[in-house]
């Protein structure tokens, strides 16, 4: 294999890996807010023990991303060198404001929200809880406008010819507001929230199942359906839209999404399907005109096909887009469904006799992850041949001094490292969720609390 | 603006990011370099949790300095992570592995799970400085950069001169006794007592790493002495080095630990300065090319980046400012165990 598509494959497979944790952040990061004011409006102690136990997940989560996160920005030097000379001086400052604004207010709160009980006031606990939770949300601003950039480029001009041309920004809020940038933003939020808000339903389904913890399993219900009932849906919306900015900026990703070959014809859509890159054809069950029609408004209108662009300026691997794509929406979907009929069950008081809706909850924490990843892969794939969208192809994009053996080495050691990873979270995971939200040791009153806080 | 060109502004920016990473981080790398000389598991745990709430925040100076590189500098970004491909990924499991360490030390009780993870963050902590100096000590020297900016060296293997082996060295030397001051005024009774012992062992090493270095650069580098030389602010900032060297343990002694610390934070200051001053106006001083290697001006952004970045500083280092202040003082004074501790 050559540098291109080991560097490709270690990108792909680091950032993926990143990806698990960071919604996850932002999800639970919300969760913990909500449940904390509860706690501060109540005075229940219920509430205090599911926000420290949401704190204790968070904690390993947060950890998970940051460590894999530092990853991802040497990657842009050590792997892509061009890249990074020619993307430095554009979006060297979103990511230099991440670090600034995002990062330092997350990690820097994140210490009084691990070790401050009884250190500090509840309420500056719950300004940390807020500004923890803000921090992962800005850093996620900073990481899609960056992103977005790559997919729809605006507010810059390219200096220099050949390997010396460098895109340098002439308008930051252009930059910052490219095309898709609040479109993807919005959909990776709303991504987030279902990872973290299913995660604690999750949790909170197989306690009731267990029939353990159930006061705090019904509060966690309490906050989390709503979460994923209003988030699920907003997806749906904030998908269509972003799957209009790409008809609109990105036509070739569009039609390697739906399959769609034919230059200027109506383009069907699919609910599953297998495309045979061969042929040109995809077999499965679609809805004829249906892209068209969700475009234009019109069964027939004609949608740009992939035929209609220079083979060296479209994506190659149509089918795993196509797939990746059509599992984000399918889960989607079957998101809406299971936040819809758990709400609706929660609300009628019937959730916990309905064993089946439980399992369902219990399994559904992997369906998010899976619809992120895919989405993420079925994005960054539908770009290529491009790095940077009509401007800097991926395979020029390398750096220029590293070899073959130097990528193997590091895809080898990091690997090793993420099976690991992976496996020490899934543990610590597994300990945490069966320790549950009991407090280790007799307290756990808010009188406790404030008594410690002042002495 | 004073004269100065935005990308020499940049460029003392730059050299803010990277002394606050090393004086901040500095002590925790130090506190994980002395981790297994304690001996009791009490003992450990409090030193663990002795930078338990802030090595996190203290890292992020290292990303910040990343993404500073990143932005202003990105061709000097570009060449230089390239050319560090191997070392850097090497730092970066190490970095990963710190992390886990700490994080995972304390989940399990057994004593095989604890030594294991102690052993790991001591480790990490010393290929995490060493790396960090090797780097420094290289790019002090220079490297095979052509023209382009393209880095023509072999890589790894030629980093491992005397001259940045030794600087390695000095780094990890130099974390250790301010990881060891850091100590100081977070442990009490017998601990106390040990850290003070070792105190005075990284001590020793120190002074033995930059004695070793300075040899290695009058043997085998007098060109970068040559350069120290004739660089304005040298004398001055080399004789504070060495007195805040020599101040160190005379204010052990007399139970100074705060101001020990501060003196031993000025000294790590001092010692960047004098390589930030030696680099100058170069980033990246190249071995093969002519003219001498990449300058600022030809690493930097446009000005209208360097200018955004420069507001975005101003605007968001006020703020880092206080979020750490905010958090230092929610955990000063002596480390106090409870069941949220590590």
């Given at each position: 294999m050559d540098v291109e598509i080991l560097s490709r494959i270690q990108f792909a497979f680091t950032v993926a890996f990143h990806y698990i944790y960071p919604p996850l952040s932002i999800g639970l990061g919300f969760l913990i807010v909500l449940a904390e004011w509860r706690w501060l409006r109540t005075s229940e102690a219920v509430w205090r023990r599911l926000t420290r136990f949401l704190i204790r997940l968070f904690a390993l989560t947060f950890g998970?991303?940051?460590?894999?996160?530092?990853?991802?920005?040497?990657?842009?030097?050590?792997?892509?060198?061009?890249?990074?000379?020619?993307?430095?001086?554009?979006?060297?400052?979103?990511?230099?404001?991440?670090?600034?604004?995002?990062?330092?207010?997350?990690?820097?709160?994140?210490?009084?929200?691990?070790?401050?009980?009884?250190?500090?006031?509840?309420?500056?606990?719950?300004?940390?809880?807020?500004?923890?939770?803000?921090?992962?949300?800005?850093?996620?601003?900073w990481i899609v406008v960056a992103n977005s950039w790559q997919q729809t480029p605006a507010g810059y001009h390219v200096v220099g010819e050949g390997m010396d041309a460098r895109a340098e920004i002439v308008d930051f809020w252009a930059m910052v507001f490219n095309p898709s940038s609040v479109e993807r933003l919005a959909h990776v939020w709303l991504g987030s929230f279902l990872a973290g808000g299913f995660l604690l339903l999750s949790i909170a389904a197989w306690y009731l199942l267990r029939k353990q913890h159930v006061d705090v399993a019904r509060k966690a219900m309490a906050i989390g359906l709503p979460v994923v009932l209003v988030a699920s849906w907003a997806q749906l919306f904030s998908g269509h839209v972003a799957a209009e900015v790409v008809a609109e900026h990105q036509p070739a990703k569009l039609a390697a999404l739906e399959g769609h070959y034919a230059a200027e014809a109506p383009a069907d859509m699919y609910l599953f399907g297998w495309v045979d890159e061969e042929s040109k054809e995809v077999t499965g069950l679609g809805i004829p005109g249906g892209l068209s029609f969700l475009l234009d408004q019109d069964p027939s209108a004609p949608v740009t096909g992939l035929d209609a662009f220079a083979d060296e300026d479209r994506p190659r691997q149509v089918n795993?887009?196509?797939?990746?794509?059509?599992?984000?929406?399918?889960?989607?979907?079957?998101?809406?469904?299971l936040s819809t009929y758990g709400f609706y069950l929660f609300r009628r008081g019937k959730l916990e006799q309905s064993k089946w809706m439980l399992r369902a909850l219990t399994a559904a924490v992997l369906l998010p992850q899976i619809a992120n990843q895919a989405g993420w892969f079925a994005a960054e794939m539908g770009r290529q041949p491009w790095v940077v969208y009509g401007l800097l192809r991926t395979s020029d994009a390398l750096s220029e001094s590293v070899r073959a053996e130097q990528v193997w080495f590091s895809l080898i050691?990091?690997?090793?490292?993420?099976?690991?990873?992976?496996?020490?979270?899934?543990?610590?995971?597994?300990?945490?969720?069966?320790?549950?939200?009991?407090?280790?040791?007799?307290?756990?009153?808010?009188?406790?609390?404030?008594?410690?806080?002042?002495? | 603006m004073m004269g100065l060109e935005l990308h020499t502004i940049w460029f003392l920016v730059i050299g803010l990011t990277v002394t606050l990473y090393a004086v901040l981080d500095g002590f925790d790398l130090?506190?994980?370099?002395?981790?297994?000389?304690?001996?009791?598991?009490?003992?450990?745990?409090?030193?663990?949790?002795?930078?338990?709430?802030?090595?996190d925040g203290n890292e992020v100076w290292l990303v910040i300095t990343g993404g500073a590189l990143f932005a202003g500098f990105p061709e000097a970004y570009a060449t230089a992570f390239s050319a560090f491909y191997v070392p850097f990924f090497l730092l970066l499991a190490a970095l990963i592995g710190r992390a886990?360490?700490?994080?995972?030390?304390?989940?399990?009780?057994?004593?095989?799970?604890?030594?294991?993870?102690?052993?790991?963050?001591?480790?990490?902590?010393?290929?995490?400085?060493?790396?960090?100096?090797?780097?420094?000590?290289?790019?002090?020297?220079?490297?095979?950069?052509?023209?382009?900016?393209?880095?023509?060296?072999?890589?790894?293997?030629?980093?491992?001169?005397?001259?940045?082996?030794?600087?390695?060295?000095?780094?990890?030397?130099?974390?250790?006794?301010?990881g060891s001051l850091y100590l100081l005024l977070k442990t009490e009774d017998r601990l106390f007592d040990r850290v003070k012992q070792l105190n005075r062992v990284a001590l020793f090493f120190f002074y033995g790493a930059m004695a070793l270095s300075t040899v290695v650069l009058f043997a085998w580098n007098p060109e970068v002495i040559e350069r120290l030389w004739h660089r304005p602010g040298f004398v001055g900032l080399a004789v504070v080095a060495f007195v805040a060297s020599m101040a160190i343990p005379v204010l052990v002694r007399r139970r100074r630990y705060g101001r020990a610390f501060f003196v031993s934070a000025g000294m790590i200051a001092s010692l960047l300065g004098l390589v930030f001053a030696q680099q100058f106006p170069f980033l990246i001083p190249s071995t093969i090319d002519p003219d001498g290697g990449m300058t600022l001006a030809e690493a930097a952004s446009s000005e209208r980046t360097l200018r955004l970045l420069l507001l975005i500083t101003v605007i968001g280092v006020p703020l880092v400012g206080l979020y750490f202040l905010f958090v230092y003082r929610v955990f000063r004074g002596k480390v106090k165990l409870d069941d949220m501790s590590y």
């Open positions: 998970l991303g940051v460590a894999t996160g530092i990853v991802m920005e040497f990657e842009f030097g050590t792997n892509w060198a061009v890249y990074s000379r020619y993307v430095g001086d554009v979006f060297g400052s979103a990511l230099a404001a991440e670090g600034i604004f995002a990062f330092a207010l997350e990690s820097g709160f994140l210490g009084v929200l691990l070790f401050g009980w009884g250190r500090v006031k509840p309420k500056w606990h719950f300004v940390s809880a807020v500004g923890v939770w803000l921090g992962s949300m800005f850093s996620a601003v795993a887009v196509f797939q990746f794509y059509h599992i984000m929406v399918a889960i989607g979907m079957l998101l809406i469904g050691l990091f690997t090793g490292i993420y099976v690991v990873l992976f496996a020490l979270f899934i543990y610590l995971m597994r300990k945490k969720i069966l320790h549950g939200p009991e407090e280790e040791r007799g307290e756990g009153t808010r009188a406790s609390h404030l008594e410690s806080a002042w002495s | 130090g506190a994980g370099l002395l981790h297994p000389f304690f001996r009791k598991e009490q003992s450990r745990r409090i030193a663990l949790n002795a930078v338990g709430p802030v090595w886990i360490s700490i994080e995972f030390r304390s989940k399990e009780p057994m004593q095989w799970w604890r030594t294991f993870w102690d052993y790991s963050y001591f480790l990490s902590s010393l290929v995490i400085s060493v790396l960090l100096g090797m780097a420094l000590g290289n790019l002090m020297l220079g490297l095979p950069v052509d023209a382009q900016g393209v880095y023509r060296g072999a890589g790894l293997v030629e980093m491992l001169g005397a001259f940045p082996l030794s600087v390695g060295l000095a780094v990890a030397a130099l974390y250790a006794v301010h």
